[in-house]
């Protein structure tokens, strides 16, 4: 898609894909040919950015036709380079925005308790927003209201568009972090499906807290030349570097 389009964001697609795949196919209870269906489980992408990876998702499930993948970013193309709700089968909120994200899951969330409603809402961050007040005020709210029915993942790949989070503005301790502001706190390797599924499964029994998984990650995982790489954040690869990438992910 970013190569077709020569924009886009790779990088954080690829370390975000196996979460958003695990959520898709495995967890989250959704419709494809009804997407506005009432109890339908809420997914908020706010690490915009990674629309791709949401894209391929949502193409797979049956939203829209795989085809249409391909005129990503294009003029006249519903696929923007973030996820629009008002244009896009599937996408319950429009993000792009960074820090954004968590609180407008708060809200579908809390209205979901308020309407006794049996859906969950899940929420992926990039680890670079949590450096964004927004998302500790969101993260105190949750908590307070007792949002049992909220889960939020943080795609832990280390890297943001200036450099590492570290050295950009430190995030850890995240756990103890999160688990400070009244969160269920679990730890799990991103990439791992098993690890995943087990992290979601104990999220949906906890009750009264939040939950939030924090998922270490690797940017451009599964391509040798773009794994960790901080330029692949928002950098399209070549052709011929897509010839290379594709020959290593079959």
Same mark, same amino acid.
């Given at each position: ?84 709700? $008002?244009?896009? /089968? ?8 960074? @820090?954004? #994200?968590? &609180?407008?899951?708060? %809200? =579908? ?97 906890? $009750?009264?807290? /939040? ?8 940017? @451009?995982? #599964?391509? &040798?030349?773009?794994? %960790? =790489? ?21």
């Amino acid at each position: 898609m970013t190569t077709e389009a020569a924009s886009g964001h790779p990088g954080g697609s690829l370390s975000a894909i196996d979460i958003i795949t695990t959520l898709y196919f495995y967890k989250m209870r959704h419709k494809p040919d009804s997407p506005e269906w009432d109890d339908r489980d809420r997914f908020v992408l706010s690490k915009g950015h990674a629309a791709p990876a949401l894209y391929a998702a949502l193409a797979e499930s049956g939203y829209f036709p795989v085809s249409e993948l391909n005129k990503f970013r294009h003029i006249n193309s519903f696929l923007e380079g973030h996820p629009c709700r $008002k244009r896009v /089968p599937g996408v319950d909120v429009s993000t792009g925005s960074l @820090g954004q #994200g968590l &609180s407008v899951a708060c %809200g =579908i969330a809390a209205g979901g308790k308020l309407d006794k409603r049996p859906f969950r809402v899940y929420a992926l961050l990039g680890d670079g927003e949590n450096q964004e007040g927004q998302v500790w005020e969101a993260a105190m709210a949750a908590a307070h209201y007792k949002l049992d029915n909220l889960t939020a993942l943080i795609d832990r790949n280390g890297l943001q568009i200036d450099g590492p989070t570290e050295k950009v503005m430190a995030l850890e301790p995240l756990e103890l972090k999160w688990a400070s502001f009244g969160w269920n706190v679990i730890r799990i390797n991103g990439h791992d499906f098993t690890e995943i599924s087990a992290a979601l499964d104990s999220a949906e029994k906890m $009750k009264d807290k /939040p939950t939030i998984i924090i998922a270490n990650t690797t940017k @451009g995982k #599964g391509i &040798s030349f773009m794994e %960790g =790489i901080r330029e692949f954040h928002g950098k399209p690869l070549t052709q011929e570097q897509l010839c290379e990438a594709l020959k290593e992910l079959v």
